[in-house]
DNA sequence: CTAAATAGCTAAGCGCGCTGAAGTATAAAG
DNA sequence: CTTTATACTTCAGCGCGCTTAGCTATTTAG
């Protein structure tokens, strides 16, 4: 196998969950008044367990005051929980409250929705290809680390 | 192999993919002033070649004014052509220009450069296993119908 | 103790993206 | 030919997301 070959079916690949997925995500985000930022913010609290407000624009490519003014509103929206920090007192801990963790795992759901339609088709060996496949990938793709904003 | 397995190492992928794949897109995308919208647009007209003001507001959701608008923007950037459509004189014909092709091409790079990292950590016999299941996967989800908007 | 650095908030201002309403031009239906 | 439908544009208006500048409170360094 060829290497431009394998990579374009990587690229293919990509394109279709691109498509699929975005598509149902975006669907998802807009019908619960969110945007892209929201999610980010909301994945990255996720993520990190409780986070700063600086960071969070950090993550985002923003600065801090527009972080801060966009926490204001997931707060207001019950989305995120925002407290002093007891041992930095300048500081606030962002974390998710539950109807924040829902949203995201909702989105989450919508976003993957379409792969259960294709997993179903899949007969036993499939599977098993498939899931080699998928065991080599994702390792490699956690010993990546993503080069610095 | 369980179902649930199954699912969970797709899930885990789609996230690795999301993560790394979004993040690098839409920093190109920022770094050249464009917005999500603008990305989808640009795609839209890629993929069906030349299209109408309307069915462009359609898939992205939005009314045909606002799709309008933001094409008016593309224009200026000289990144689409706007022209009338001879065989109905209502319509306009959307079709990406030189440049609107570069800056799509461009952003699909970025999309997959950190990919191109992970090919080259795989063994001959590591991409043979990828390969196989891609071609499973992709085969499905070409076959796939997305949902009505 | 004082000075500098840090974390966050607030305010003013700008452009974008969206909507709904109104307008123009063309096409299709009767 | 007249009416209705379609494709698009323009305009006014609204809220969002962003930036910069300036502010408070707290921590850290000298």
Chains 1, 2 share one sequence.
Not at 77 to 98: F, M, Y
Not at 108 to 121: F, I
Request: aromatic share 4%; net charge positive.
């Amino acid at each position: 196998m060829q290497d431009d070959a394998f990579a374009s079916m990587l690229g293919e690949w990509i394109e279709g969950i691109m498509h699929h997925s975005m598509r149902r995500f975006l669907r998802y985000a807009r019908a619960n008044g969110l945007s892209m930022s929201h999610l980010g913010a909301l994945f990255h609290t996720h993520r990190f367990g409780s986070c700063g407000v600086t960071e969070i624009g950090e993550h985002l490519g923003v600065s801090s005051a527009a972080a801060s003014q966009m926490l204001e509103r997931l707060v207001k929206q019950d989305l995120v929980l925002r407290s002093e920090d007891p041992d930095d007192r300048r500081a606030k801990r962002i974390v998710l409250t539950k109807k924040g963790q829902r949203i995201l795992e909702e989105a989450l759901r919508a976003r993957q929705s379409w792969l259960n339609d294709v997993t179903q088709t899949l007969s036993d060996s499939e599977k098993k290809t498939v899931s080699a496949a998928l065991k080599i990938l994702i390792a490699r793709v956690n010993q990546l680390t993503e080069p610095a904003d």
